[in-house]
């Protein structure tokens, strides 16, 4: 009975990384580059490719209409079935929706930011804040690797995304390095899934504040992002929102309707937490880093 449990559970997953874009994009991806269950159990390998899916998903993209991409590479996934069962299936791989590691947070920042000060004015959100679907005033981590030596060129999410990314973060080198340790006591969101992102606006959005679509994000990319948490109500309750990677694989672009509202998680480009308040309980400097992250070369026509 337990297997039986076990097998449906993996069904269900591989079904919801069969219809989401960027799991999907990935998996064309790794099959265009030769790679197989045994390359995409290393972190830095499934990094790169999920930061170079997002780049080639994104609405500003500058190519075909982003519509049309993610409709292509949820097409050409349909095939990698075995490929999605197989790596979903893999121990190494469990990570992915693994909750925080309140021990392992790297920030990366080109400017002078004290992690240790960091709060959210009152009052509602900015139209920016409901656009890109994240506070003003935020600071952002990301999770180091598990099992990468300490010269690897991605260290992280943030490392994979400098390396092979198409987000608009272009920063100035050398970039600080700073391992933040997290509270045991701190109160982290997790979004592993839609129904996640979409469960966290339906308790803090303010419906008001998004009364139609973003007219440029509609027309280019076709997305509705929907509502956002109004974030000074939620860091009353929360001190972060950690987006796993699965998260960022399968919520991403996909939307998620219930009582009438839609949202679509668009605007976070790597697994990451956006720190809503400082509860750090220690800061340890590492070596800069001195260049972009070399890119490993997923870049493979569809």
Sequence with gaps: MRQTGWVSELEDRVEDFLRAPVAAAVLVLADRAGLYVEDLGDSATLS??????????????????????????????????????????????????????????????????????????????????????????????????PGRPADAFIQSGAHAELACGGGDWIPAYPLHQVRLLVGASARVYEVHSPADWHALVLRYADLFTHPSPDAGLLSIGGIDHGPAPTWSAAAEDLDGIHVSLSGLLTASYVPFTSDGITTTLWAWDFECTRWLRSVFTAAEPVPDLLESPRDPGYHHQW
Excluded: I
């Design 48 to 145: 790169a490719l999920a930061a170079t899916a997002m780049g080639y998903l994104s609405p500003w993209n500058g190519g075909e209409p982003a519509a049309g991409v993610r409709e292509r590479a949820l097409a050409l996934a349909r095939p990698l079935r075995d490929l999605a069962t197989d790596v979903l299936a893999d121990p190494r791989n469990t990570w992915w929706a693994a909750p925080l590691d309140r021990s392992a947070q790297l920030l990366l920042t080109d400017t002078d930011t004290d992690p240790m000060d960091v709060a959210q004015p009152e009052g509602p959100n900015q139209d920016w804040e409901v656009y890109a679907q994240k506070p003003v005033r935020h600071l952002t981590t990301s999770t180091e690797l």
